[in-house]
């Protein structure tokens, strides 16, 4: 099942006594337990019907040892295990021996008093053995990967709505700009707008700017934002900001270069055909920058982007053998993109 699959069921009480989570979005592995965890057990029974258990210090059967005792004090109890790396085809370097076929025996006839819950940090599992084959008949396998961009805005929008406030017209991608794409850092930055907006209000982007934080990376993306849609003074503006914080220009060049580097392979690549989610996959980038970087690059041919990231070739060469001044350097790229 996939994940919203798996928070739809769980919110009608339709609960699978085995769940495996898995991917890299470890934020939504927490939330499913979190889910699970408000859903089975009272605040104040959670003491004694949640246990946690690393599977690279404690074999399998013990989990399900530990699932098949009656629990104490609570109707129902919750056994999470986790980095459960049987399940996937990566080396284990603990000594720890897991007796599958437990496992096997258990899926075949599991207590309707526990629910046990697997996570491992994998992309993907091993669907050639033949415990995760089993998992994946069962229907217990949760993907937690990476969100869509798309659904990364759509994410964020709901978390606003659930804390009764809202965000004005594009502010949303603003902030995923200024924020990363991390659910954790998104989690507290939404956290902090919803204190500033109120129950029932609007956060503006005037709002957003007063609120978020930027770091280097953030502001270097908001300065190439700036030249991709030939806005000089602005940009000009954000260079001199960078370099009165002290910021290095050979970073800065490094930076912007990546930058354009993600847009050319962006580009090359939805020339050939490759959808967003693909691209994504094989630059190893985020949903979410591959449709910012489809964007920026739709302003540019792939000739005129090479001939960019030859001259911050270029540039990033002469400031390091000392033979132009780094400021004026980086002035002087700024308004040859312009004209």
Request: glycine share 6%.
């Given at each position: 099942?996939?994940?919203?699959?798996?928070?739809?069921?769980?919110?009608?009480?339709?609960?699978?006594?085995?769940?495996?989570?898995?991917?890299?979005?470890?934020?939504?592995?927490?939330?499913?337990?979190?889910?699970?965890?408000?859903?089975?057990?009272?605040?104040?029974?959670?003491?004694?019907?949640?246990?946690?258990?690393?599977?690279?210090?404690?074999?399998?059967?013990?989990?399900?040892?530990?699932?098949?005792?009656?629990?104490?004090?609570?109707?129902?109890?919750?056994?999470?295990?986790?980095?459960?790396?049987?399940?996937?085809?990566?080396?284990?370097?603990?000594?720890?021996?897991?007796?599958?076929?437990?496992?096997?025996?258990?899926?075949?006839?599991?207590?309707?008093?526990?629910?046990?819950?697997?996570?491992?940090?994998?992309?993907?599992?091993?669907?050639?053995?033949?415990?995760?084959?089993?998992?994946?008949?069962?229907?217990?396998?949760?993907?937690?990967?990476?969100?869509?961009?798309?659904?990364?805005?759509?994410?964020?929008?709901?978390?606003?709505?659930?804390?009764?406030?809202?965000?004005?017209?594009?502010?949303?991608?603003?902030?995923?700009?200024?924020?990363?794409?991390?659910?954790?850092?998104?989690?507290?930055?939404?956290?902090?707008?919803?204190?500033?907006?109120?129950?029932?209000?609007?956060?503006?982007?005037?709002?957003?700017?007063?609120?978020?934080?930027?770091?280097?990376?953030?502001?270097?993306?908001?300065?190439?934002?700036?030249?991709?849609?030939?806005?000089?003074?602005?940009?000009?503006?954000?260079?001199?900001?960078?370099?009165?914080?002290?910021?290095?220009?050979?970073?800065?060049?490094?930076?912007?270069?990546?930058?354009?580097?993600?847009?050319?392979?962006?580009?090359?690549?939805?020339?050939?055909?490759?959808?967003?989610?693909?691209?994504?996959?094989?630059?190893?980038?985020?949903?979410?920058?591959?449709?910012?970087?489809?964007g920026q690059a739709n302003r540019?041919?792939?000739?005129?982007?090479?001939?960019?990231?030859?001259?911050?070739?270029?540039?990033?060469?002469?400031?390091?053998?000392?033979?132009?001044?780094?400021?004026l350097g980086l002035e002087l790229?700024?308004?040859?993109?312009?004209?």
């Amino acid at each position: 099942m996939d994940y919203k699959t798996a928070v739809k069921r769980i919110g009608r009480g339709e609960i699978a006594p085995i769940y495996v989570c898995y991917g890299g979005e470890t934020y939504l592995i927490q939330e499913l337990i979190s889910r699970l965890t408000d859903k089975l057990v009272e605040p104040e029974h959670r003491a004694f019907a949640v246990t946690r258990y690393d599977l690279a210090e404690t074999p399998v059967e013990s989990v399900i040892e530990e699932a098949e005792t009656l629990p104490f004090m609570v109707p129902r109890k919750l056994v999470v295990a986790s980095n459960a790396l049987f399940l996937t085809g990566a080396k284990e370097s603990n000594k720890v021996e897991h007796r599958l076929e437990k496992l096997s025996e258990y899926m075949k006839s599991p207590v309707d008093y526990s629910v046990l819950i697997f996570t491992v940090d994998a992309e993907k599992l091993d669907e050639r053995k033949k415990i995760v084959k089993s998992l994946k008949e069962a229907d217990v396998l949760v993907p937690c990967t990476m969100l869509s961009a798309d659904e990364l805005t759509q994410w964020v929008t709901q978390e606003a709505k659930r804390r009764g406030f809202e965000f004005a017209p594009g502010v949303v991608d603003r902030l995923i700009l200024y924020t990363g794409t991390s659910l954790q850092a998104l989690t507290k930055e939404v956290e902090k707008c919803a204190l500033f907006a109120g129950q029932g209000g609007t956060l503006t982007a005037d709002d957003l700017e007063q609120l978020v934080s930027r770091t280097t990376e953030q502001n270097i993306f908001q300065l190439i934002e700036h030249i991709v849609q030939m806005q000089m003074d602005p940009a000009f503006t954000m260079l001199s900001e960078l370099l009165r914080r002290k910021e290095e220009p050979i970073k800065i060049v490094m930076l912007v270069a990546r930058q354009f580097r993600i847009m050319f392979q962006v580009k090359d690549l939805m020339s050939q055909g490759y959808s967003q989610q693909q691209i994504a996959s094989q630059i190893g980038l985020h949903p979410y920058g591959v449709k910012i970087a489809a964007g920026q690059a739709n302003r540019f041919d792939l000739k005129r982007l090479g001939s960019i990231l030859q001259q911050l070739a270029d540039l990033d060469f002469q400031m390091k053998s000392g033979r132009i001044d780094k400021v004026l350097g980086l002035e002087l790229f700024l308004l040859r993109l312009a004209s």
